[in-house]
């Protein structure tokens, strides 16, 4: 988990009802419980002061912002484009997103933080950066034609993602 993210779930834990946490094993705590749907509220954004999960960016990707900073985040979690990415030999994670948003938006990323895992695609950066960012990469994570398309041409331009 990135130091960031770590930070983020530490602060929401002592947030949330003693009831809702396994103190013996912080692993079986359930991310509905520390970041809830907007579904089920009448908000489309969640705070508790000191970070805010923005339920209004559309999509896969999400934005939390936390102590005057903002993280675009997506959990590489089962998309559409998943079995485009591994048809073409690819592992969809967090790596190969990263690589993606490098290609098609490079002077964005050139104005970021990435901090990528295998499981999760992570951007650190100013929100108007990680919002343009965002709507980017969202654009191929449902069009398995699309990510297809952009995986041929940047092998044709012998781009490689690093995945």
Known sequence: ????????????????????????????????????????????????????????????????????????????????????????????GGYFWEGVARYVAGGLVSQVVLDCEASMFCAVGDRALLVQLGEKLEVYLDDPEAIAGLIAEAAAKGFEFDD
């Open 1 to 92: 988990m990135s130091c960031r993210l770590h930070s983020v779930v530490q602060q929401a834990v002592k947030t949330v009802p003693d009831e809702a946490v396994n103190l013996g094993s912080l692993s079986r705590i359930r991310w509905v419980n520390l970041f809830p749907a907007p579904a089920r509220r009448s908000q489309t954004a969640w705070t508790n002061g000191r970070y805010r999960y923005d339920a209004d960016m559309p999509g896969h990707l999400k934005i939390f912002d936390n102590d005057g900073s903002s993280s675009l985040i997506y959990g590489c979690d089962g998309v559409p484009a998943d079995a485009a990415v591994l048809a073409a030999g690819h592992d969809p």
